[in-house]
């Protein structure tokens, strides 16, 4: 098993947490198995996207009722769609890769602090972004 | 006609694959993509989300692991209810082929 491929199955496994509990309960261990296996046969790319899938179709909605969950997600979400049309944007009409590098690192960082934020909100018990 | 028609692909799959034998969660997510040639993916989230489904549905059940099986896994079985779920999915789809079969040589006359 190579570095990437432990790496990834590590970081599904926190990925996990996401998912409904009684998912993760009855086959967790087996959902991870398949996750490893599938990594080796059919790519890292190509597994992670069905993962990406899965989280908005499955995860998100079987968490309608967990805001610690939601509530970050949801933030993520729209921040990483404004920053990605802005870095879109600015792929689109830069020149140079200098001029796309800091709107990137930009963006990144927006999202990176958007969803630490949104996480800190949700498990406040003073905030007013609750959504139950 | 079965009140779960028609399937959804990942259930479709997953009754197809246990057709030919017992099988655990990756061999059923490794024969949906033989069977579809590479066009269907089903991720472990979805593949034990429909077994879980299948299961309560009494469509599939858990069965003994085979003895040079693999200890970390489960195995499952289609039940009679599953097979008869199966058989009238297959019968549905034969159905459609067949009008789409008479609807092309119609399409073919009229061009």
């Given amino acids: 098993m190579n570095r990437l491929v432990r790496c990834s199955s590590a970081l599904y496994e926190r990925v996990l947490f996401l998912y409904p509990a009684d998912l993760r309960r009855n086959f967790g261990n087996e959902m991870t198995l398949a996750f490893t296996d599938d990594l080796q046969r059919a790519g890292v790319l190509r597994v992670w996207w069905s993962v990406l899938y899965e989280l908005l179709t499955i995860a998100l909605p079987g968490q309608q009722s967990n805001r610690f969950v939601l509530v970050p997600a949801l933030c993520f979400l729209m921040v990483a769609l404004s920053q990605g049309t802005m870095v879109w944007v600015g792929v689109q009409h830069a020149r140079l890769v200098s001029q796309v590098v800091p709107v990137l690192l930009m963006s990144v960082f927006a999202a990176v602090v958007g969803f630490f934020v949104a996480c800190f909100c949700s498990r406040c018990p003073m905030t007013t972004v609750r959504l139950d | ?111």
């Fill in chain 2, 1 to 111: 006609m079965e009140p779960d028609l028609p399937l959804a692909p990942a259930a479709f799959f997953i009754l197809f694959a246990l057709g030919t034998g017992d099988k655990h969660g990756y061999a059923i997510m490794q024969e949906a993509r033989e069977l579809s040639d590479n066009t269907v993916q089903i991720g472990p989230a979805t593949l034990y989300t429909t077994i879980q489904r299948l299961l309560d549905a009494d469509r599939i059940r858990e069965v003994p692991r085979p003895e040079d099986g693999d200890s970390r896994r489960r195995y499952y079985r289609l039940t009679a209810a599953g097979k008869a779920l199966l058989k009238s999915e297959l019968a549905r789809m034969e159905a459609m082929v067949k009008k789409s079969k008479a609807l092309r040589l119609r399409l073919g006359e009229s061009s």
